[in-house]
């Protein structure tokens, strides 16, 4: 027997730690079917930071494992790494998650050499997999005709679909599921013979609900399927909503929301399905929603590649307020936002560069509650000069030449985090009308109560830090602030002593570093007297430091609340 040429044995090395990366990865997503069974909530939140931070703990070890086994000059003779990628891809072929093991692999090189020599030779810039695989496929769907009788097939589902835990009202759902499905979709729909639901054979988890996810399809149409189901403890399973609405099932996966834990045995096939039923989304998000993350991270950047090759598009500075510790810029015709960090902020924020880094790290695994964007972070993004409008690039030069910089035809961006682009709240309310405007607000203080009760709190809670989505959800998206609400301490402002006092330019009260006064908000928040009076009528509260207390008692007594993102149709019976 020949012996293994270093090649081959630096790519199975690789290859052994993406293995217990995945298996790891499936056993804590394993787990959230029987966290969902027993409402372990809290469990299910440990869970999810856990997942979130495998990846970068075992992209460590395998590299250190590679260090140990290999000596340096072999290990990190670049010249070698084509023959490593090369034998990477023979070894990777017979796999069912081989574009998974291709990001795992930059992710191995980029660790090893810093995150430089890097091109298509020695990475994989471009995919190698081809867009349609002949892998043997595994049944991952259940599929349903039936045939005009609707309530049998709904209660197949139920049964295909059992618990551990019996459901709380089987007859009762089965009623409200078939009432909602008649009044989502046409009546000749329904009694089209030909009518066929597909369900994927895996149910999705995410805090404290599950998900069947599938679609509806005659021989001409198609709609997507959603049945959200709830662990009412003490009573059983509920089958809580019937969603047929691609708007809606399109922000139940949204990039404000934790990820999914969804058993994929081919996930390709799984996010080929999930685009079938939502054609708007990117599959980089698609990847992401479900844990993949990472990949998420490489399908983004191959889009965003491929965007700058095929167009005229320009870098131009974001519109709206400039940051006081971030800069922002964007492309115009892809929808995304660059933060990088500022070499110097304003004297108003008392933060450093780690603590920026920090808080938007932390946002990664916090649960948003779809309420905070999602973020991928780089390091050393190259872009052609050319591509950048010079008032754009002069800006980033200014105010961060230690992370922008120019080497010869290109620019050289060391670290920044990618977003999706919104419209700036405080833009979008001085061009709404004035039911616009009493939404957004409304929202936007819901937005405010669901972060806090999630034990967030957004520190700068000005309406230029939140977005406005393209289904009208106001997001938080500024993360030098943020803390978790337990930290902060709310006050009431005390009495002054004298009629002098309120006429100050200091108070006459001290003031702790995490000391909040909540009476300060309106004035703070609202320039605008009549945004300002609307506010308080829709979310008064939130000028009342006990109504933070109250959030923060229920969150010592481990409480986790219900956000739901869909919305729920209140119904005789629930």
């Not at 997503?29 to 966290?35: D, K, S, V, Y």
């Not at 891809?89 to 017979?94: A, H, V």
């Not at 974001?318 to 922002?328: C, E, H, I, L, N």
């Not at 230029?464 to 997001?475: A, I, L, P, Y």
Request: with cysteine.
């Amino acid at each position: 027997m020949g012996r293994v040429s270093p090649d081959a044995e630096i790519a199975r090395q690789i290859l052994l730690g993406f293995d217990d990366y995945r298996e790891q990865f499936r056993l804590i997503t394993e787990g959230a079917r029987a966290r969902f069974e027993q409402a372990q909530w809290q469990d299910a939140q440990r869970a999810s930071a856990a997942r979130i931070n495998l990846y970068e703990q075992k992209v460590a070890e395998t590299a250190a494992n590679l260090r140990s086994i290999f000596e340096a000059d072999v290990l990190l003779d670049v010249d070698r790494w084509p023959h490593v990628k090369k034998a990477y891809i023979e070894q990777i072929n017979p796999r069912f998650d081989d574009e998974l093991s291709e990001t795992w692999y930059n992710s191995i090189f980029c660790t090893l050499f810093s995150h430089d020599c890097i091109s298509d030779g020695t990475m994989f810039i471009h995919t190698t997999r081809p867009a349609n695989r002949a892998h043997e496929r595994m049944a991952q769907i259940r599929r349903y005709r039936p045939g005009g009788d609707l309530h049998g097939m709904l209660a197949q589902i139920l049964s295909d679909f059992a618990f551990a835990v019996p459901y709380a009202d089987r007859s009762g759902d089965l009623r409200r599921l078939e009432t909602q499905l008649q009044m989502a979709l046409p009546d000749w729909v329904c009694k089209d013979p030909e009518l066929t639901v597909e369900l994927f054979c895996s149910v999705l988890y995410r805090n404290k609900g599950a998900y069947l996810v599938g679609r509806i399809f005659t021989c001409d149409e198609q709609w997507p399927l959603v049945v959200p189901l709830l662990h009412q403890e003490g009573k059983g399973i509920v089958a809580d909503a019937l969603i047929t609405d691609e708007a809606e099932v399109s922000i139940i996966f949204s990039f404000t929301r934790s990820y999914f834990m969804v058993e994929v045995p081919i996930p390709a096939d799984f996010i080929s399905f999930l685009k079938r039923i939502m054609p708007g989304k990117h599959i980089a998000e698609l990847y992401t929603s479900i844990g993949f993350y990472k990949h998420g991270k490489s399908e983004f950047y191959r889009a965003l590649i491929n965007h700058l090759a095929t167009t005229d598009d320009r870098f131009v500075m974001a519109p709206g307020v400039r940051g006081m510790v971030m800069s922002v810029f964007t492309l115009p015709g892809f929808n995304t936002v660059f933060k990088i960090i500022k070499d110097r902020f304003s004297h108003a924020k008392n933060v450093s560069r780690a603590t920026v880094i920090e808080k938007y790290r932390l946002v990664k695994s916090v649960d948003r509650v779809g309420r905070m964007a999602d973020t991928q972070e780089f390091a050393d993004f190259r872009f052609p000069k050319a591509k950048f409008e010079p008032e754009c690039l002069a800006e980033l030069l200014e105010v961060a030449p230690s992370t922008v910089e120019v080497q010869g035809d290109t620019v050289l961006v060391r670290h920044c985090w990618t977003e999706r682009r919104m419209t700036p709240l405080n833009i979008y309310v001085e061009n709404a009308s004035e039911q616009q405007v009493k939404d957004a607000l409304e929202d936007y203080g819901l937005a405010i109560k669901q972060l806090a009760a999630a034990n967030i709190f957004p520190g700068d809670m000005l309406l230029k830090n939140f977005g406005v989505t393209r289904h009208g959800r106001v997001v938080f998206y500024d993360y030098d602030e943020i803390c978790f609400l337990t930290e902060v301490n709310f006050r009431y402002i005390p009495e002054a002593r004298y009629p002098e006092d309120e006429m100050a330019s200091e108070p006459w009260y001290s003031v702790g570093p995490n000391d909040v006064f909540p009476e300060e908000f309106p004035r703070f928040l609202f320039a605008d007297l009549q945004q300002r009076r609307l506010f308080a009528k829709l979310h008064g509260e939130l000028y009342d430091a006990n109504y933070w207390k109250g959030l923060q008692q229920a969150i010592g007594d481990g409480k986790v609340i219900d956000v739901f993102p869909y919305r729920r149709k209140p119904e005789p019976g629930r």
